[in-house]
């Protein structure tokens, strides 16, 4: 129903997938499909993805190397950026949702020019972006575009606390 009217309002409905099991990946792709997203962000099995998306959704999987949840991104700044060069070399993929600042050992802003710089998709930094600041710094380094999630709801962006408030901020 919400994807329903947020289409009838001529929105675009984006779905971020962070099952942890191939098999709950599996299951929140398939559930994509039946509600009829527009967008399908994250995922560690582009294979699945591809396969259950295909070409009715832009798909934008995680590119390196994710783990747990709340998710982290391993794996050097070059090796990511090889890697999403890869993913996008796919028909089936879109784009990249990259966790730029859930690495510990890289700069989010280096790291996200140079997976901008290596994909032929849009790049969409995604998790723990919690400031103006960093979405300065990710539209900077040639980002598409990035998610918000807690910091919304922790009033993060200053402004009125509420969602909307948030949002505008």
Known sequence: RITALAHEDGCEVILEVVSTTREDERRSLSAATEIGVDWVLG??????????????????????????HPSILKGATADIAEHAKTLTANPGVHGIDLLAYRHADEDPEA????????????????GSIASAEQIAAVAKAGAWGFTVGGAVFEAS????????GQVEA
């Open 43 to 68: 995922g560690t099995n582009p294979d699945l993805g591809m396969d259950i998306l295909g070409d009715a959704v832009k798909y934008c999987p995680f590119a390196g190397t994710v783990v747990g």
């Open 111 to 126: 790291l996200t020019a140079s997976v901008v710089r290596s994909a032929s998709g849009p790049v969409i930094v995604a």
């Open 157 to 164: 962006f200053g402004g009125p606390s509420d969602a909307a």
